[in-house]
């Protein structure tokens, strides 16, 4: 096991794999820009370094100055979190070339997972089940018009290279395609860098359920269920769920199987998600792999009574699975809240400032809090202005609901 880690990230995720390296005596080392010289994260950790300005990408964007922080310090592997630096194939590539340990996956792994198309075509060979749809090269726009009428309407275009919820438009005919595909690549252009498309069929009235893999070096893979994520606001979750409402364990094992596929079709090693859109005739089709721990990872660890930051840094340092599929159980329901700083009377758009008064509630059996901010606090219009993430348990999806009013209360 390792003895000191640096962690490439800010708000709750740092606050949280702090947490997990202070219960196993792991000595931790934050990486800060300048407008979170005082933030919580930098308070908790052993030592904090400052890597630049507030942009992102000229301080958490910017592998050659976590590298380089890693090194002054002696930290001997690097956790990415999730967003920034955590999906990058260039600088988990950089870290193994410097004898750095990346928590997370290979950097093939990643490549093989960041491109769309080139995933699902991969998925195609390993049998893992597809939306309908074209996921080729060509994009010239009249033959995607006509992959899209061979298809069927609904359609979604979708960027190659997209994620949380940009570059998507759902398209209802044929004749209104062309300019919804324009739209969609411009977008996409400026988003990414990166305008290529896909054309899949839009499932109606769609369930978004995801399903939580690990790999170890030993060669196991492991699926620890699945999580309801359809509550999604402008294509962004805002609440998730596991275990997901209404799921048979036909239908568990089936979508699991097909997960763990996934995960061996690119020798996966680490913490992965492999994301299905389920329709309502009991249909599933793959969408796609996050090649990192997610936001809301915090509910399959209360069903699971698991610690998946543990897990993580157990099979970064060699150790096989703690766990083999036999022996991982669902105890209860669990619901996972987003706390965003937002103002409501423009929209919901993000809100700036000093957090004059937050009261979280404390952390119990049923209630849990996993926050990157503390009352005096500032919000920054640099970054995600979550504030913290709710998290409740109980025997049941009904009374985990109730759990869930009453912390918010």
């Not at 794999?17 to 219960?23: D, K, L, N, S």
């Not at 380089?68 to 955590?86: E, M, N, V």
């Not at 194939?89 to 950089?94: C, D, P, T, V």
Request: hydrophobic share 40%.
């Amino acid at each position: 096991m390792f003895t000191k880690i640096l962690i490439a990230n800010r708000g709750e995720i740092a606050c949280r794999v702090i947490a997990t390296c202070q219960r196993l005596g792991i000595a931790t080392v934050a990486v800060y820009s300048d407008a979170d010289r005082n933030a919580r994260h930098v308070r908790l950790a052993d030592e904090a370094i400052a890597i630049g300005p507030a942009p992102a990408r000229e301080s958490y964007l910017r592998g050659d100055a976590i590298l380089a922080a890693a090194r002054r310090t002696g930290a001997q592997a690097i956790h990415p979190g999730y967003g920034f630096l955590s999906e990058n194939a260039g600088f988990a590539q950089a870290c193994a070339e410097a004898g750095i340990v990346f928590i997370g996956p290979s950097a093939a792994a990643i490549r093989a997972m960041g491109d769309k198309s080139a995933a699902k075509a991969l998925m195609q060979q390993a049998g893992v089940p597809l939306t309908p749809g074209y996921h080729g090269d060509e994009q010239i726009p009249e033959f995607l018009r006509k992959q899209a009428d061979s298809i069927g309407y609904p359609v979604l275009i979708k960027a190659s290279a997209g994620g949380g919820g940009k570059g998507m438009r759902r398209v209802d005919d044929s004749a209104t395609f062309t300019e919804a595909l324009a739209s969609c690549q411009r977008e996409a252009q400026s988003a990414f860098g990166n305008a290529h498309v896909l054309v899949e069929k839009y499932v109606e009235r769609p369930r978004h359920i995801e399903i939580q893999v690990f790999g170890d070096s030993h060669g196991n893979v492991v699926y620890l269920f699945e999580r309801d994520c359809s509550v999604q606001r402008r294509h962004q979750k805002v609440l998730e769920e596991a275990p997901a409402p209404g799921m048979t364990p036909e239908r568990r094992a089936a979508m699991g199987k097909a997960a763990v596929d996934a995960a061996r079709a690119v020798n996966y090693v680490g913490a992965g998600t492999v994301e299905f859109i389920a329709g309502p005739d009991g249909d599933f089709y793959f969408m796609e792999m996050n090649t990192r721990l997610q936001v809301e990872h915090p509910v399959t660890e209360c069903i699971t009574g698991t610690d998946l930051v543990e897990w993580q840094l157990r099979v970064a340092s060699g150790e096989p699975l703690p766990l083999q599929q036999d022996q991982l159980q669902i105890r209860g329901h669990a619901l996972e809240a987003r706390l965003y700083a937002e103002d409501a009377d423009r929209g919901f758009l993000p809100s700036t400032g000093t957090l004059r008064h937050l009261r979280l509630p404390a952390n119990t059996a049923h209630v849990r809090v996993d926050a990157g901010v503390e009352q005096g606090d500032a919000i920054t219009p640099f970054y995600d202005p979550m504030i913290a993430k709710l998290i409740v348990w109980d025997v049941d999806r009904d009374a985990a609901l109730r759990r869930m009013q009453q912390a918010l209360a």
